[in-house]
């Protein structure tokens, strides 16, 4: 069948093409995977916090691709730092057995950008090493944890183990799926990886039982957010740094999620003020536009454990990802996310606790920043997030039982009082 695409359509006609909305789910279903439940809407065109339609209707986005679109879709800096590079012939992949002069300045960028990490290990500055996919840079962490207990420690080498929590998210890879709860995720993909012992997220007293003279790391999410937008306790991000210092273990935080102003801190982590010894970073910090992701740590110990040979990547920090990381970072700062995700996280949270107040259907309202959960009682969030769709508004559910609310920060008053009021459709009987 021939399908019009972008050359020959009419001016003004929005997307790609003029297939239609059913030949498009017919497609997906005739030659697509059904690894996702998807709601059943076709969209065309983004721009700011808001997807559009065929027919136009607009939909504000309060999902932000977990997180990749913090900035707002097809933010006009990011943007043409993209076209400048394709434009420019410095976009295309090059081996990384070269330089480029785009990945040298954007890991420079990045590096200062974060907070002196592994303070143990001295301040010589931090280091990254780029890959594509969050999950990727998951797998690096693991990699950086496991060599640090083999180099480090004396474990020998296969005997290594590290500490994950309950309802943790850090992808879909053979080996993390290994230590997801969820027997969803990993059924039937055995053999699985072994080598994790699981804690009960939050729980101190449960991590210290869990420590052997084989654990080499820590991993965890400073906030939960595919697991069900839940907060640790205080002083639990401190407790875990205090264990890996008596024990000589690494804490690594995943902050795919929950950095780049996310949660109201550039970093998660810094709610607390507790100091990881290395992130995990990706989503946002390319402005959703292509994939980019990273993991950042001490230089000490990225220098112990990576060396030539020991990883690679090939598309991993190439030119035309890290144009958009440079961009990406520049507006980050120069647009005040951060600060912007604090005040109209907390205008939200606030005025979603008084709703669920007055709500039958509301079990308790969690977040920090523009990362707030509802979670219902009936334990289907998903019900919730089709009839927000239906008035114009993209929700998603997290871990089924809660309604994720995470529009990218660019957000208006007006924006989030658009939230406000589907919510209040449908939560308030």
């Not at 003029?18 to 789910?25: G, W």
Request: hydrophobic share 35%; aromatic share 8%.
């Amino acid at each position: 069948m021939a399908y019009e695409t972008i050359s020959s359509k009419q001016a003004g006609a929005l997307g790609y093409s003029h297939v239609t909305d059913d030949q498009i789910y017919h497609l997906e279903t005739i030659y697509g995977a059904s690894h996702y439940h998807r709601l059943r809407s076709v969209i065309r065109r983004t721009e700011g916090a808001w997807l559009y339609m065929d027919d136009g209707t607009k939909i504000l986005d309060c999902l932000a691709a977990y997180s990749a679109a913090n900035p707002g879709h097809h933010h006009p800096k990011i943007v043409a730092a993209l076209v400048h590079a394709l434009q420019h012939g410095y976009g295309s992949v090059i081996s990384n057995v070269i330089y480029t002069d785009t990945r040298a300045l954007f890991l420079e960028k990045l590096c200062k950008m974060v907070p002196q990490l592994g303070l143990k290990f001295g301040s010589k500055g931090n280091k990254a090493l780029l890959k594509n996919g969050g999950v990727e840079s998951v797998e690096t962490a693991i990699k950086l944890m496991r060599y640090y207990g083999y180099k480090k420690k004396g474990i020998p080498d296969g005997k290594q183990e590290i500490i994950v929590f309950t309802s943790n998210f850090h992808g879909r890879t053979i080996t993390v799926i290994s230590f997801s709860d969820s027997k969803h995720y990993k059924e039937g993909f055995g053999p699985l990886t072994p080598g994790f012992i699981t804690a009960k997220y939050g729980d101190i007293e449960d991590v210290k039982r869990l420590i052997t003279k084989n654990t080499c790391g820590i991993l965890v999410e400073p906030m939960q957010g595919e697991g069900g937008m839940f907060i640790p306790p205080d002083d639990f991000m401190t407790g875990l740094r205090e264990l890996c210092d008596q024990h000589d273990m690494l804490l690594v935080a995943d902050e795919i999620q929950v950095g780049l102003g996310r949660t109201g801190k550039d970093f998660c982590f810094q709610h607390e003020n507790s100091v990881p010894d290395a992130i995990i970073i990706g989503k946002a910090i390319s402005g959703g536009l292509v994939p980019l992701s990273g993991l950042i740590t001490n230089t000490e110990l990225m220098d112990m454990a990576f060396h030539p040979g020991s990883d690679g990547s090939t598309y991993g920090g190439y030119s035309l990802a890290c144009a958009a990381g440079l961009a990406a970072i520049d507006v980050f700062k120069e647009e005040h996310l951060t600060e912007k995700s604090a005040k109209t996280g907390k205008y939200l949270k606030d005025r979603i606790t008084e709703i669920a107040s007055r709500s039958s259907h509301v079990k308790e309202v969690r977040g920090r920043g523009l990362f707030i959960g509802i979670e219902v009682k009936n334990g289907d969030a998903m019900v919730y997030c089709e009839k927000l769709l239906g008035l114009g508004m993209l929700a998603n559910d997290s871990h089924h039982h809660t309604i994720r609310i995470s529009p990218p920060l660019i957000i208006n008053q007006n924006e989030a009082d658009y939230i406000l009021e589907r919510l209040e459709k449908v939560l308030v009987d």
